[in-house]
């Protein structure tokens, strides 16, 4: 059964600096890997999209990796900003299922 | 549409009754997923659909959940004799297909409170 772990649960950063947010998944044999991120009261947008066979995508201000072997991403986010505040997501899809972490709860404060 | 669309956005039912939570698709997509986060917690996987078919349905949480999706595009999800445990919100998505290489698109959820 595939379980995925993120650490940090939570993270406060001043303004500015950058930040890695990391997923872990027990399986390795996934299709692919996606980065959401979840405002308060709000459904999932879409970040990154990771394929099996790739390594990074990158999107803006936004760069996230995957070594499949071990079972691994991160997300690093460059220069944050006080909206870059929300809960974000990593969901990897293997099989019939699409199996999201608990998420990392993200405060940039100015 | 141009996007994911639910509805209700919220719900308040009384304990007992049943409900049923509406999914719009994008069109053109014929890959559907539910889900169902809790208050504070991850979101769970309740079912998928790959057009009107539903390879798994081992997330359904109880007999009283069922789900069903007609001409490839809207689902409903129905869940029978609600109990205040089933308070949550109900998060429905999208893609292309189940294909490797789509993005997944959510809405914005069905919030449901059984009182």
């Known amino acids: 059964k595939q379980e995925v772990t993120q650490i940090p649960a939570a993270l406060s950063v001043p303004e500015g600096e950058n930040l890695v947010l990391n997923c872990s998944f027990t399986?390795?044999?996934?299709?692919?890997l996606q980065w959401f991120r979840q405002d308060p009261g709000k459904g999932l947008t879409s970040l990154l999209l990771?394929?099996?066979?790739?390594r990074e995508q990158t999107s803006g201000r936004l760069n996230a990796s995957l070594d499949k072997s071990s079972g691994r991403s991160t997300l690093y986010i460059a220069a944050s900003q006080p909206g870059d505040s929300a809960t974000y997501l990593c969901?990897?899809?293997?099989?019939?299922?699409?199996?999201f972490g608990a998420g990392t709860i993200l405060r940039v404060k100015s | 549409g141009a996007g994911v669309s639910q509805s209700p956005s919220n719900k308040v039912t009384e304990k007992g009754k049943d409900v049923e939570l509406r999914c719009d698709p994008i069109?053109?997509?014929?890959?559907l997923y539910w889900y169902r986060q809790r208050l504070g917690q991850g979101l769970e996987f309740l079912i998928y659909?790959?057009?009107?078919?539903?390879?798994?349905k081992s997330g359904l949480p109880s007999d009283r959940f069922s789900a069903e999706r007609t001409g490839e595009s809207v689902s409903t999800l129905t869940i029978q004799r609600t109990q205040q445990e089933d308070s949550a919100v109900y998060l429905c998505?999208?893609?292309?297909?189940?294909?490797?290489?789509?993005?997944?698109?959510f809405g914005e959820g069905s919030w449901l409170t059984v009182v």
């Open positions: 069109s053109g997509h014929t890959a």
């Open positions: 990771i394929q099996s066979s790739q």
């Open positions: 998505a999208s893609s292309l297909s189940w294909s490797s290489g789509n993005t997944i698109y």
């Open positions: 659909f790959q057009g009107n078919s539903a390879p798994d």
């Open positions: 969901a990897v899809k293997g099989g019939n299922k699409l199996v």
């Open positions: 399986d390795s044999a996934i299709y692919n």
